[in-house]
């Protein structure tokens, strides 16, 4: 009986199983993520900075490495990008206003009115967030986009061309901020 009480009391001081986590921007991110039953290795991370204020830490987690955007699109699978709040507070139409600009840069001119509708509804799901906020986007493989805010699922985005335009934001060829672009695919010595 006494191995027995040992080996309990070993097994509750360990505490439960955590997964291993990268620091970025005062953030820990886990290492790796699993969507739709898929495991997806950590890709890159980097922080979110505007005037030189951190605003958020972000990680891209893919099925295989990706070192270029094309990559990334090309990969199939789901994919998540995670964003980790560290600003004390943003304010919901700061955020809209940086989705509008995103979308707005990185998407053809011709192509926004088909994206239109659905960029709204992404953008009515942002209320202000503060520090330790989490969004996380799922990019399904069936080619929809499933928006988690704060623990809560506010919805899913259908369309290929949706995922690629949201990603783009990051990743395309005017993205928000260049540093994080080359964090998230793995090209900054921290990822």
Known sequence: MPAIRNCLLALLLLGPAVAPAVEVGGANLPDSATVERTPLPLNGVGVRSKFFVKVYAAALYLPAPAREFDAVLALRGPKRLLMHFVHDRVERDKLVEAWREGFAANTAAAQLPALQARIDTFNGW??????????????????????????????????????????????????????????????DKRS
């Open 126 to 187: 942002f209320d202000t967030l503060v520090a330790g906020d989490e969004v996380v986007l799922d990019l399904l493989a069936d080619g929809s986009t499933r928006v988690t805010i704060r623990d809560q699922l506010r919805g899913t985005i259908p369309g290929v061309d949706f995922q690629r335009a949201l990603l783009a934001i990051w990743l395309g060829e005017h993205p928000a901020d260049a540093s994080l672009k080359r964090g998230l695919l793995g090209q």
